[in-house]
């Protein structure tokens, strides 16, 4: 199974940005979960994610900003985001809970990332 964002680039300030994440390979079941986000220097934080109950939830820096929504069709996810600043800068990761076959466990998949750079 492999996660394929794509969308990144150098966007300026007060900008918007448009991630997609397409899931490709062999699966029963695919649940495309959220997206997270890595700084320089900084842990891994959430960005959005869709929950069990498929409501999105946000993290506190991006809430009122961003909208996550997924394709179920085109196992796809996607991420938009606006009023972009320099603390936006980051790898961004999406990441699949995937039960490759029947009679084994769920796990989570992530994508190799795509960077975004905020700057004039």
């Known amino acids: 199974v492999q996660l394929q964002a794509s969308g990144g680039g150098v966007v300026q300030p007060g900008g918007s940005l448009r991630l997609s994440c397409a899931a490709s390979g062999r699966f029963v079941r695919l649940n495309m979960k959220g997206w997270y986000r890595q700084a320089p220097g900084k842990e891994r934080e959430l960005v959005a994610e869709i929950t069990s109950g498929g409501s999105p939830n946000y993290g506190v820096a991006v809430m009122g900003r961003s909208t996550i929504s997924r394709d179920s069709a085109k196992n796809s996810l996607y991420l938009h985001m606006n009023s972009l600043s320099a603390e936006d800068t980051a790898v961004y990761f999406c990441?699949?809970?995937?039960?490759?076959?029947?009679?084994?466990?769920?796990?989570?998949?992530w994508g190799k990332g795509t960077l975004v750079t905020v700057s004039s």
């Open positions: 990441k699949a809970e995937v039960r490759t076959h029947w009679g084994r466990d769920v796990a989570d998949y």
